[in-house]
């Protein structure tokens, strides 16, 4: 979750024309397959101004109204273990400590935060969004907005309410060899790979061991996420409208 990663700077809107026709030939041209992610955020940020511009009711609320009424948590002990990326969950901290660091991530990891918030954690995605706007050096409201309100499944384009990321299958599946987990928490430096997503897993003696030990290096999980996840889906469920 580095390298090859898109990066759009909100510096203005560009010229209507040129910016796409550039990255239009840059798709065929050899060795420029990150023209094509480039592209679509780019189209992205235009959809979501085309509708913060249409619907400015979404500064302030959910777009879709059978959503408006989930009964969130909001534990601001949670929000900020959130925050300074201390939940316990390695990707998300990760993630966290490198947004406080350098005021920017990869749009893979804003989604597994954002999820982890809204759903895992039951806060308001309202909180998290105007977090990432004082917080990221390309902070886009309308964007900004938009991402939030999809991954809450609040959204024009949501993921559905359902769709909840598990944090450990997220952190396994893109950054397997716990490359970036190790970057940004230093202290699951010598964390086995295959525990590095998970460090829980690790008994009494390997966490000594990997100069980890739970509760004192780094925290344990703030929540379960089985448990977070069936809790989500019943909240969204009795807060939902027709």
Same mark, same amino acid.
């Given at each position: /979750?580095?390298?090859?990663?898109?990066?759009?700077?909100?510096?203005?809107?560009?010229?209507?024309?040129?910016?796409? $026709?550039?990255?239009?030939?840059?798709?065929?041209?050899?060795?420029?397959?990150?023209?094509?992610?480039?592209?679509?955020?780019?189209?992205?940020?235009?959809?979501?101004?085309?509708?913060?511009?249409?619907?400015?009711?979404?500064?302030?609320?959910?777009?879709?109204?059978? +959503?408006? %009424?989930?009964? &969130?948590?909001?534990?601001?002990?949670?929000?900020?273990? &959130?925050?300074?990326?201390?939940?316990?969950? =390695?990707?998300?901290? %990760?993630? /966290?400590?490198?947004?406080?660091?350098?005021?920017? /991530?990869?749009?893979? *990891?804003?989604?597994?935060?954002?999820?982890?918030? *809204?759903?895992?954690?039951?806060?308001?995605? @309202?909180?998290?969004?105007? &977090?990432? /706007?004082?917080?990221?050096?390309?902070?886009?409201?309308?964007?900004?907005?938009?991402?939030?309100?999809?991954?809450?499944?609040?959204? +024009?384009? $949501?993921? =559905?309410?359902?769709?909840?990321?598990?944090?450990?299958?997220?952190?396994?599946?893109?950054?397997?060899?716990? *490359?970036?987990? @190790?970057?940004?928490?230093?202290?699951?430096?010598? *964390?086995?790979? $295959? +525990?590095?997503?998970?460090?829980?897993?690790?008994? %009494? %003696?390997?966490?000594?061991?990997?100069?980890?030990?739970?509760? @004192?290096?780094?925290?344990?999980?703030?929540?379960?996420?089985?448990?977070?996840?069936?809790?989500?889906?019943?909240?969204?469920? $009795?807060?939902?409208?027709?």
């Amino acid at each position: /979750m580095g390298a090859g990663t898109v990066r759009i700077v909100a510096v203005g809107p560009g010229d209507p024309e040129s910016v796409p $026709a550039a990255a239009l030939a840059a798709l065929s041209a050899a060795g420029r397959p990150g023209a094509a992610r480039w592209l679509n955020e780019l189209l992205w940020r235009d959809f979501y101004i085309h509708i913060l511009a249409h619907f400015p009711a979404v500064a302030r609320q959910s777009f879709r109204p059978a +959503t408006r %009424a989930v009964g &969130w948590r909001n534990d601001p002990a949670e929000f900020d273990a &959130w925050r300074a990326g201390q939940t316990g969950y =390695p990707v998300v901290d %990760a993630a /966290m400590r490198q947004l406080a660091a350098s005021g920017w /991530m990869h749009n893979r *990891v804003r989604m597994i935060v954002a999820s982890f918030l *809204v759903k895992d954690l039951l806060i308001d995605w @309202r909180w998290g969004e105007r &977090w990432f /706007m004082r917080q990221l050096v390309d902070g886009d409201p309308a964007a900004n907005n938009g991402g939030w309100q999809w991954a809450a499944g609040t959204g +024009t384009d $949501a993921a =559905p309410y359902f769709r909840v990321f598990n944090p450990v299958t997220q952190g396994r599946k893109f950054d397997p060899d716990g *490359v970036y987990v @190790r970057r940004w928490l230093p202290e699951l430096a010598a *964390v086995p790979t $295959a +525990t590095i997503h998970a460090p829980w897993q690790l008994s %009494a %003696a390997q966490q000594r061991a990997a100069g980890c030990v739970l509760g @004192r290096d780094y925290p344990t999980p703030i929540v379960d996420h089985a448990l977070a996840r069936e809790r989500a889906l019943a909240a969204y469920r $009795a807060g939902a409208t027709v």
